[in-house]
Every structure is written in structure tokens, then in C-alpha cells.
């Protein structure tokens, strides 16, 4: 069988996004970020975001298709994120999916958002193969996956409470970095010292799990008493220290599942896998290990459609039927169900 041509539609969030893949080779790929939407909330407003999508949705996957050069009769299938994320968010585009699949009479694939971020490093590498440990951390979600071929997944550790994004987010907003927290970190911490204040890792007993409510705590305490005392260090300093506090825990858990799966390689997906200090310490990790890393390029770990499109393009090629326009979107999917 020719490449399939697959058009994607993410809308879990806060990104409208929308790609067409020919295989893995990525055709088009068109975003609308809603950022400046919810930035004066100070954060996702779920009824926004889905107001947002319906507004962006249509433009979008015509851009799409212009810019891949492909009409939508060529299509040989549509795909969109069934779940997790927000429900109103998710309706949006698997609705337009579904819709748009019923017109032009073609299979329709509901796909979890975890499983696209999972495969974004194939549209980037193509040594990027199982068995391997991949490192999922997005805004609402955060695991350790063993990948033991594609499509057969064991979760080996997740976080008992919030997403690594979510503590990104959550403290920024805290230090008065606004939002997005997370690349606003990442940009405050440039230059700041990461050991200028020794916040806690959490959950060091067990292996591969997470906890990041224990930072929150800790950030807060301090942030007070250094306030109080007239002692506040200064903001970059504070940025780089959560950083490097969630960082070290993501990376120190992932080499964990490393060496207890005994993999050789290593992968990543997710909005969090964008952050540079994390891309710079797995990537030392990696080498000294001797273990080959794919993170993908910033665009391929944040939301996007490609991801999306590419899970189906392996479903289509492994002969799965395609998903019937009965089906329905699931906020709390979850990898592997
Ligand atoms: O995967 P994603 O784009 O959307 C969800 O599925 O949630 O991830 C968004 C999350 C947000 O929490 C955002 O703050 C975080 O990824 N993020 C980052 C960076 N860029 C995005 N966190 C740390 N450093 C970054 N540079
Ligand atoms: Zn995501």
C-alpha cells in the first residue's frame, strides 16, 4: 500500500492543531495557540477553549489541506483526539472529524492525545523504535511507559497528584511569572542558580512514580518566610531551583525505568519535554548511559495534529478498522485501554 494521506485534528486544550501526513512524512502542519485567550484568567477556562476551537477549527483544516497541496477526495483518512483533555475541547474536533469523514465517505480514527504524544518522535526519527522508555509529561498528564512495540504499553509510574506541566503552571503563576508557567520558567531560569534554594524531591522510595503538590507546599513556605525575613532571592534564582526540582525527579525516575526494563532507548512526548533544562539533562544522562534519546523538535512535544494523524497512519497500515461515527470522545482516557 502507497503512504497513507491522513489528515489530524487535535483539540484537547488550549491549541487548535491540525496536520496531514502522507506515512510519516509531514505534509502540512497549521496551529491557532489560544494563549492570549486565556491569559488574562491566568489560565486554560475549559468553556474558552471550546469556543475558541469552534472558531478556528474550519479555517484551520482548509489551511491544512491548502498547504499540503492535497484535496480532501485524496484523503484516506481522518483522524482526531478522542481523549483526555477537556470535554467541550475534545467535541470540538472530533465532531468536525467525524462530520468531515461522514461527507466524504471515509474511515474516521479516534486517538488518544498520550499515544500521539508518544509517537511524535517517529515523524522525526526513524531509528525511534521499541522496545524503549518513553517519558510523557504534558499539562494534565505525566508517566513513564514502557513501550514494548507499538501499541502495546505498560505504564510503569504516572504522578499521585499533579502533571509536571500543572506544577509549571501552578508555580509561576505563584512567583508572578504569569502564563503559561511553564516556558515562562524556563525563560526566567536562564541565568538564575539552580542549587540557590534546595527544593524537595519527592517520592524518592518509589522508583517511578511522581509528586509535585509536595513542591508546591515547599515553594510557598519558603517563598513566605524569605518575605518575611526580607531575604527574597532573586526570581531567577527561585525559577531555576523549581526547575531543576522537577527536573531532576523526571529524569532520575525515567533512567530508573531504564535500567529496570533494560531498554536502550529512550524517548520523549509532551508540552514539559520542551523545557531545556529537561531536554539538556536527558540528554547527558542519555550519553553517559550509552542510551540513544528522541525528543522531538519544541513544535512535535507540544500539542499539534501530526501526532495524531501519525497514530492512525500506523493503524491504517497494520489493517485496524477504522473507529465507526458512533464513537465518542472520553475525557479521562487512559494509554493503553
Ligand atoms: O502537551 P501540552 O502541549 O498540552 C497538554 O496536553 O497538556 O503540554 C502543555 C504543558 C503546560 O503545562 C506548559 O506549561 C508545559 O507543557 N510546557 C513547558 C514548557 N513548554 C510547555 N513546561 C516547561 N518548560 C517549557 N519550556
Ligand atoms: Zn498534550
Given at each position: 500500500?502507497?503512504?497513507?494521506?491522513v489528515?489530524?485534528?487535535?483539540?484537547?486544550?488550549?491549541?487548535?492543531?491540525?496536520?496531514?501526513?502522507?506515512?510519516?512524512?509531514?505534509?502540512?502542519?497549521?496551529?491557532?495557540?489560544?494563549?492570549?485567550?486565556?491569559?488574562?484568567?491566568?489560565?486554560?477556562?475549559?468553556?474558552?477553549?471550546?469556543?475558541?476551537?469552534?472558531?478556528?477549527?474550519?479555517?484551520?483544516?482548509?489551511?491544512?489541506?491548502?498547504?499540503?497541496?492535497?484535496?480532501?477526495?485524496?484523503?484516506?483518512?481522518?483522524?482526531?483526539?478522542?481523549?483526555?483533555?477537556?470535554?467541550?475541547?475534545?467535541?470540538?474536533?472530533?465532531?468536525?472529524?467525524?462530520?468531515?469523514?461522514?461527507?466524504?465517505?471515509?474511515?474516521?480514527?479516534?486517538?488518544?492525545?498520550?499515544?500521539?504524544?508518544?509517537?511524535?518522535?517517529?515523524?522525526?526519527?526513524?531509528?525511534?523504535?521499541?522496545?524503549?522508555?518513553?517519558?510523557?509529561?504534558?499539562?494534565?498528564?505525566?508517566?513513564?511507559?514502557?513501550?514494548?512495540?507499538?501499541?502495546?504499553?505498560?505504564?510503569?509510574?504516572a504522578?499521585?497528584?499533579?502533571a509536571?506541566?500543572?506544577?509549571?503552571?501552578?508555580?509561576?503563576r505563584?512567583?508572578?511569572?504569569?502564563?503559561?508557567?511553564?516556558?515562562?520558567?524556563?525563560?526566567?531560569?536562564?541565568?538564575?542558580?539552580?542549587?540557590?534554594?534546595p527544593?524537595?524531591?519527592?517520592?524518592?522510595?518509589?522508583?517511578?512514580?511522581?509528586?509535585?503538590?509536595?513542591?508546591?507546599?515547599?515553594?510557598?513556605?519558603?517563598?513566605?518566610?524569605?518575605?518575611?525575613?526580607?531575604?527574597?532571592?532573586?526570581?531567577?534564582d527561585?525559577?531555576?531551583?523549581?526547575?531543576?526540582?522537577?527536573?531532576?525527579?523526571?529524569?532520575?525516575?525515567?533512567?530508573?525505568?531504564?535500567?529496570?526494563?533494560?531498554?536502550?532507548?529512550?524517548?520523549?512526548?509532551?508540552?514539559?519535554?520542551?523545557?531545556?533544562?529537561?531536554?539538556?539533562?536527558?540528554?547527558?544522562?542519555?550519553?553517559?548511559?550509552?542510551v540513544?534519546?528522541?525528543?522531538?523538535?519544541?513544535?512535535?512535544?507540544?500539542?499539534?495534529?501530526?501526532?495524531?494523524?501519525?497514530?492512525?497512519?500506523?493503524?491504517?497500515?497494520?489493517?485496524?478498522p477504522?473507529?465507526?461515527?458512533?464513537?465518542?470522545?472520553?475525557?479521562?482516557?487512559?494509554?493503553?485501554?
Amino acid at each position: 500500500m502507497n503512504d497513507p494521506l491522513v489528515l489530524g485534528i487535535e483539540t484537547s486544550c488550549d491549541e487548535t492543531g491540525v496536520a496531514v501526513l502522507e506515512g510519516f512524512n509531514v505534509r502540512s502542519f497549521v496551529l491557532a495557540s489560544q494563549t492570549e485567550e486565556h491569559a488574562r484568567f491566568g489560565g486554560v477556562v475549559p468553556e474558552v477553549a471550546a469556543r475558541a476551537h469552534v472558531e478556528a477549527i474550519r479555517p484551520l483544516v482548509h489551511q491544512a489541506l491548502a498547504s499540503a497541496g492535497v484535496h480532501s477526495d485524496q484523503l484516506d483518512a481522518i483522524a482526531a483526539t478522542q481523549g483526555p483533555g477537556l470535554i467541550g475541547a475534545l467535541m470540538v474536533g472530533f465532531a468536525f472529524g467525524k462530520s468531515l469523514a461522514w461527507t466524504l465517505e471515509k474511515p474516521f480514527y479516534g486517538i488518544d492525545h498520550m499515544e500521539g504524544h508518544l509517537y511524535a518522535p517517529r515523524l522525526e526519527f526513524a531509528e525511534y523504535e521499541p522496545p524503549a522508555v518513553v517519558l510523557l509529561a504534558s499539562g494534565g498528564h505525566s508517566q513513564i511507559v514502557h513501550v514494548r512495540a507499538w501499541g502495546e504499553y505498560e505504564t510503569l509510574g504516572a504522578t499521585i497528584d499533579d502533571a509536571a506541566g500543572e506544577a509549571f503552571d501552578k508555580l509561576a503563576r505563584f512567583v508572578g511569572l504569569g502564563y503559561p508557567g511553564g516556558p515562562a520558567i524556563d525563560a526566567e531560569a536562564e541565568g538564575g542558580d539552580p542549587a540557590a534554594v534546595p527544593f524537595p524531591r519527592a517520592l524518592r522510595d518509589r522508583p517511578f512514580d511522581f509528586s509535585f503538590s509536595g513542591l508546591k507546599t515547599s515553594v510557598v513556605t519558603y517563598l513566605e518566610k524569605a518575605r518575611d525575613n526580607d531575604e527574597l532571592p532573586p526570581r531567577a534564582d527561585v525559577a531555576a531551583s523549581i526547575q531543576e526540582a522537577i527536573v531532576d525527579v523526571l529524569v532520575e525516575k525515567t533512567f530508573n525505568a531504564v535500567e529496570e526494563t533494560g531498554v536502550k532507548t529512550v524517548g520523549g512526548g509532551g508540552g514539559v519535554l520542551a523545557n531545556r533544562r529537561l531536554r539538556e539533562r536527558l540528554n547527558e544522562e542519555a550519553t553517559r548511559r550509552g542510551v540513544r534519546l528522541f525528543v522531538p523538535s519544541i513544535r512535535m512535544c507540544t500539542d499539534n495534529g501530526a501526532m495524531i494523524a501519525a497514530v492512525a497512519v500506523d493503524r491504517i497500515r497494520a489493517g485496524t478498522p477504522s473507529d465507526g461515527l458512533g464513537s465518542d470522545v472520553d475525557s479521562s482516557l487512559r494509554l493503553g485501554s
